[in-house]
């Protein structure tokens, strides 16, 4: 059934009940991406007064209660509310059934079920934040956030419970629409990496948050009626809650950075205007990461108290995950090797993820090391790790796929020099931020302090510095991406020349996605011919 | 009964049937992990503590344990005879079958509800009137974790319960049509037998000996 | 699924019942816990291969069902891989704190 040649998505029907009822994943993921807005800029505020506080070695900005409250709400709000379903939930919605030749997801109902989730659980998260928060961490370690901590531990952990089970549905969608939905000749060896790290994003989603939800249980079972299964007030073991918390929260890194991989593994072959090097390597080591980042949640217990046969092993495997990733990259650098390429916003976002998620890994293996753990955990050291890969990998992942898939997503060109000053000046703030604090850690500044010896202060200046740059390069895409969509000149449906089955059909994409069901004949990426030749037959 | 309209997102009405089935699978796998994750729990405890564990189980009550898991055991054996009979076409006999399971199902509540008040007329509810004095603080955990775990899984079988309820009256009164439903809810009622199948030696028939 | 087949699944899992809480009372050590898991884990074999019919299920779906239990046991192994080494003792319980 053809739709009407100007009738897309966007303006098929009207009103507010057509989107929020909509069960079409091109419009939920719009819905998604409005609540993921929303939390990135929440959690942004909080990083902000954090980083204002630390100019100084005083405490400026209120209560050392005040700067715990601050720090959790960062954290609780970013990994959960921003990070975790960030690329999955927008583009992965809208992309991934394109990217297949699916009309749309398994079971879109479903997939709609789960944005009420994630808006209900992000309400109530919110709701505890305004109330007065949480000082516990992110992390809600026992007995303190169970039996001495005050605030709105329950509000606070409810939500995020309830938006657990948004993720859930969310994977378990992607999976089987993978699995059963693919168009006529597209083999799983034909499709697009992001499809491949979507689906082991999945894999994650589904496998590692039903354990969230049962430890989030126990520990709501533990506040509310005072018995101590984790405490050692009946004997209970506090160990127990850290291996049953990161045994998800561990592989939930991995959710929040195979998505930012995907999105690099299709831009880089794009704009180096070459084939990807290593497709089947790039991935198997997608699903090795999945797979093996489930056996490594040990490595933020080091100092804890498991045992040392226990940290030995969590040591090992973790060594070992780092392996999948290096392959990835050399791949996408070999991909770039002789390559034509094109310096577009997407590319220079793909260039930051690259040598940052670089330093981000390596620094994952020395924390790795048993022995520099020792010395480093719980200080900023382990701070700036996890920033280089979340922000300079993952949340980079986001804005090169943001800006690869916008043309397609709104039909809207956005001003190429605005973008590519935004990325570059986004580098550049995040270096200045982050690295100096890689040399605090070392030098022995704990994490989570909120005043401090007058000796580091000349680093947090730096690193505060670098954070006011950082948020302008953040802000300035709201403004021209805002722009593009009132003014902004309309796009083909494939204005970079790629090769994927979404850029077979016009920018915005008509509501059933395609007006023909494509025919895949050949593999992705041939950007070697001379002319990019497209995926589909009609294409 | 009118022809059923297909999702756009199929083209034939068994790609439906598969993809349906596997989104269950998936989602019961969902629901291993969210159990499993107590039973590690569980087992990581029952190495650490070692016999103090262990000795509180012999204070759950073994011969209602047992009736109970004879109970939902036939449960599942009626709800596969549902299936196999609404495969057959047939009308009367799966509704039979539902409501059977159901009242299985619905027995094994009643033994439940009658246990825990043993327990609690013994002093043995953790928050409400656990004797820790008498018992001590290592049996307060156990129960901790029978309560949770047999309550989690009361919680799930209630909805089973609904779900062949609702199942039994959409076939009796000709709504349902033809399809994967009546099996798909049985995926899920055997969940739910399998996941007590577990918890029942881990509950009940610890430190049961010596 | 024929009604036949269902019976024999149903007596086979009466029957292990059966057989497991016997098992409970005979003191075997450590062995009792293996053995009751060992029923258990015949029991849901019965009750995935014949009523959740997946022995004759595609290849996927029975991929699909044994991912949940093998991460899970996963789970069990490394957890346990700490506590099976502890050389630290539970502390006594003590009543007057919080």
């Not at chain 3, 098992?23 to 009750?47: C, D, E, M």
Request: overall charge neutral.
């Amino acid at each position: 059934m053809h739709a009407p040649r100007n009738e897309t998505y966007l303006n098929a029907t009207v009103g507010i009940r057509s989107w929020l009822l909509t069960t079409d994943h091109k419009r939920i993921a719009l819905l998604y991406f409005a609540g993921i807005t929303f939390f990135f800029f929440v959690g942004g505020m909080a990083a902000t007064l954090i980083r204002l506080e630390l100019i100084t070695p005083q405490p400026d900005l209120g209560s050392p209660d005040f700067y715990n409250r601050l720090f959790t709400m960062h954290g609780i709000i970013m990994v959960w509310f921003f990070l975790i379903p960030s690329i999955p939930t927008t583009m992965g919605n809208f992309i991934l059934p394109m990217m297949i030749g699916a009309r749309d997801l398994a079971f879109p109902r479903l997939n709609l079920t789960s944005w009420y989730l994630y808006m209900a659980g992000g309400t109530i998260t919110i709701i505890a934040l305004l109330l007065g928060g949480v000082d516990t961490g992110w992390t809600f370690y026992e007995p303190y956030s169970t039996f001495y901590a005050t605030g709105y531990i329950i509000l606070a952990v409810f939500g995020i419970f309830v938006s657990g089970f948004s993720s859930i549905l969310t994977g378990l969608n992607f999976i089987v629409t993978v699995h059963k939905l693919r168009a006529p000749g597209m083999t799983w060896y034909r499709l697009p990496v992001f499809v491949w790290s979507t689906y082991a994003t999945s894999l994650i989603l589904v496998l590692a948050t039903p354990v969230l939800a049962m430890t989030l249980l126990m520990l709501l079972a533990e506040r509310v009626l005072h018995v101590g299964i984790f405490s050692p007030q009946l004997g209970g073991d506090p160990l127990l809650f850290q291996h049953m918390f990161w045994f998800y929260s561990h592989p939930a890194v991995y959710i929040m950075i195979l998505p930012s991989m995907g999105v690099i593994s299709e831009v880089v072959p794009c704009f180096s205007s070459k084939p990807l090097f290593g497709y089947e390597f790039v991935v198997w080591c997608s699903i090795a990461i999945a797979a093996i980042g489930f056996l490594v949640w040990g490595h933020h217990m080091f100092v804890a108290g498991q045992s040392l046969y226990a940290s030995l092993a969590f040591s090992f495997l973790s060594y070992l995950v780092a392996v999948p990733s290096a392959i990835k990259v050399f791949n996408w650098i070999a991909t770039m090797h002789e390559g034509w390429i094109r310096f577009d916003a997407p590319m220079l976002y793909a260039f930051g993820f690259i040598g940052l998620f670089t330093i981000g890994g390596l620094t994952g293996l020395f924390l790795a090391a048993l022995a520099v753990d020792v010395h480093v955990t719980d200080t900023y050291f382990v701070v700036a790790h996890f920033h280089y890969i979340m922000v300079g990998g993952a949340v980079m992942g986001y804005f090169a796929g943001l800006h690869y898939w916008w043309p397609k997503i709104t039909g809207r060109l956005y001003p190429d020099y605005w973008a590519r000053f935004a990325a570059i000046l986004a580098f550049f703030g995040f270096n200045l931020t982050f690295f100096p604090q890689f040399i605090l850690g070392y030098l022995g500044m704990p994490r989570r302090y909120q005043s401090y010896p007058p000796e580091f202060q000349i680093w947090h200046v730096l690193s505060s510095a670098g954070a006011s740059i950082l948020a302008v390069g953040y802000a300035l895409p709201l403004f021209y991406l805002l722009w593009s969509i009132l003014r902004g000149p309309r796009a083909s449906a494939n204005p970079w020349g790629a090769t994927g089955l979404e850029w077979s059909t016009r920018s915005p994409p008509p509501p059933e996605n395609f007006d023909v069901t494509p025919t895949v004949i050949r593999p992705p990426y041939e950007y070697d011919r001379g002319v990019p030749c497209m995926q589909a037959k009609n294409g | 009964m009118a022809e059923r309209m297909l999702g756009i997102q199929y083209s034939t009405l068994a790609q439906e049937r598969e993809t349906v089935t596997l989104g269950m699978w998936a989602f019961l796998a969902t629901e291993v992990l969210f159990f499993g994750a107590l039973i590690a729990a569980y087992l990581n405890y029952r190495i650490w503590f070692g016999a103090e564990f262990i000795a509180a189980a012999k204070m759950t009550k073994v011969v209602l344990g047992t009736i109970n898991t004879a109970v939902l055991l036939t449960s599942s054996a009626c709800m596969a005879m549902a299936v196999s009979t609404r495969d057959g076409g047939g009308r009367r006999a799966p509704v039979l079958w539902l409501i059977a399971t159901a009242l299985l199902g619905l027995m094994f509540i009643v033994i439940k509800g009658y246990e825990y008040s043993l327990e609690y007329q013994e002093q043995l509810v953790p928050a409400l009137n656990f004797d820790v004095a008498r018992h001590g603080g290592v049996a307060e955990i156990f129960f901790m974790f029978y309560f949770c775990a047999t309550g989690l899984h009361a919680l799930h079988l209630l909805i089973g319960i609904c779900l062949v309820s609702w199942l039994a009256f959409a076939i009796g009164t000709d709504r349902l049509r033809p399809g994967s439903t009546t099996r798909l809810i049985g995926l899920y009622w055997h969940f739910v037998d399998i996941v007590w199948i577990f918890l029942f030696p881990l509950i009940y028939l610890a430190g049961r000996n010596g | 699924m024929s009604g036949r087949l269902i019976l024999r699944c149903w007596l086979a899992l009466v029957v292990l019942l059966a057989l497991t809480t016997a098992s409970a009372f005979v003191p075997l050590g450590s062995a009792n816990l293996f053995i009751s898991l060992g029923i258990a884990f015949a029991k849901a074999l019965i009750v995935l291969l014949f009523f959740m019919e997946l022995k004759t299920s595609a290849a996927l779906v029975r991929v699909f069902a044994a991912a949940g239990f093998f991460w899970l046991m996963i789970m069990i192994a490394l957890t346990s891989a700490d506590y099976t080494h502890r050389t630290d003792q539970p502390v006594p319980l003590d009543r007057t704190a919080g």
